[in-house]
């Protein structure tokens, strides 16, 4: 197992850390698209928005691993079970045990995730805080704030790439551009 140091100061501190992850956080955004953006437009019936559907794989730190744009009609768990088996050869989900998701993904999602590749896929029950009809759920918080980090950024509060692989592009980049920052 590596072991990674953190530099404090001038001394430096070991971490019993593993680099690929064992467990990952899986949630969706619905985003309106812009007059710019014209290919995979979808309507996502549920939260009453026409544009793409944006599905984010995070650590337990909160830094992204995997972005995937699809058209907002895409149903949470089928897309994300065809996104899986795309993404399993990738060197840093080798290790993967668990995924936390929410109730969108549910069915048929867990049982495949369970059978074809043996990893538990589970839906946080514990409520942290909760606000009016709003929840806070243990660990699901962290693909929440990273969403939410993401919107931040002026290019990606919409839909505004005509390209599908150029919004994946810039998904990735301004997570990198965080974690940059926060160094």
Not at 59 to 71: E, K, N
């Amino acid at each position: 197992m590596p072991v990674y140091w953190l530099i404090t100061g001038k001394q430096a501190l070991p971490l019993k850390k593993k680099a690929e992850p064992t467990t990952l956080i899986l949630d969706s955004q619905s985003v309106k698209n812009s007059a710019t953006a014209t290919q995979q437009i979808g309507f996502d019936g549920g939260k009453l928005i026409k544009g793409r559907k944006r599905f984010v794989l995070t650590d337990t730190s909160g830094a992204t691993v995997a972005a995937r744009v699809l058209p907002a009609n895409a149903h949470d768990g089928q897309s994300a079970l065809a996104w899986w088996a795309e993404l399993r050869h990738h060197p840093l989900l080798q290790q993967v045990k668990r995924i936390f998701i929410d109730g969108g993904f549910r069915g048929e999602f867990v049982t495949q995730m369970a059978m074809l590749y043996g990893i538990e896929v589970r839906v946080p029950q514990q409520v942290v805080r909760q606000a009016g009809n709003f929840c806070v759920h243990a660990t699901r918080w962290v693909v929440e704030r990273s969403i939410s980090w993401l919107t931040n950024n002026r290019r990606l509060a919409r839909c505004y790439e005509r390209k599908v692989t150029n919004e994946v592009s810039f998904i990735l980049l301004c997570s990198i551009k965080r974690i940059v920052k926060k160094c």
